[in-house]
Nanobody, 126 residues
Framework: QVQVVESGGGLVQAGGSLRLSCAASGRTFSSYAMGWFRQAPGKERVFVGA????????MYADSVKGRFTISRDNGKNTVYLQMNSLKPEDTAVYYCAATFGTTYYVPGPMSRYDYWGQGTQGTVSS
């Protein structure tokens, strides 16, 4: 089992950057694929991107491809979401999630993820 806690949210102007962190507990963090999701006001939670257990494979939603980058440091039990060229439509609560797996495959659907954080707010002003 793993617990995850997001941090790094805040307010930034359009065109700016934010770096979110997700710290995980447990000695087996490196056995988990990690995903980032977001939920804008009045909308459903959607997939942003994910990274496999080793960091060798990533996947992104089309809406963030080329602007967002996911990375992980297994020695620090942390996964990162670097968000550049931010737009007002990126405003949302950002959630980190974990799912057990040591394959090259990167899970996309929310239903594949078992452990979720409480979220961190990211707001982009125009």
């Amino acid at each position: 089992q793993v617990q995850v806690v997001e941090s790094g949210g805040g307010l930034v102007q359009a065109g700016g950057s934010l770096r979110l962190s997700c710290a995980a507990s447990g000695r087996t963090f490196s056995s988990y694929a990690m995903g980032w999701f977001r939920q804008a006001p009045g909308k459903e939670r959607v997939f942003v991107g994910a990274i496999n257990w080793s960091g060798s494979n990533t996947m992104y939603a089309d809406s963030v491809k080329g602007r967002f980058t996911i990375s992980r440091d297994n020695g620090k039990n942390t996964v990162y979401l670097q968000m550049n060229s931010l737009k007002p439509e990126d405003t949302a609560v950002y959630y980190c999630a974990a799912t057990f797996g040591t394959t090259y495959y990167v899970p996309g659907p929310m239903s594949r993820y078992d452990y979720w954080g409480q979220g961190t707010q990211g707001t982009v002003s125009s």
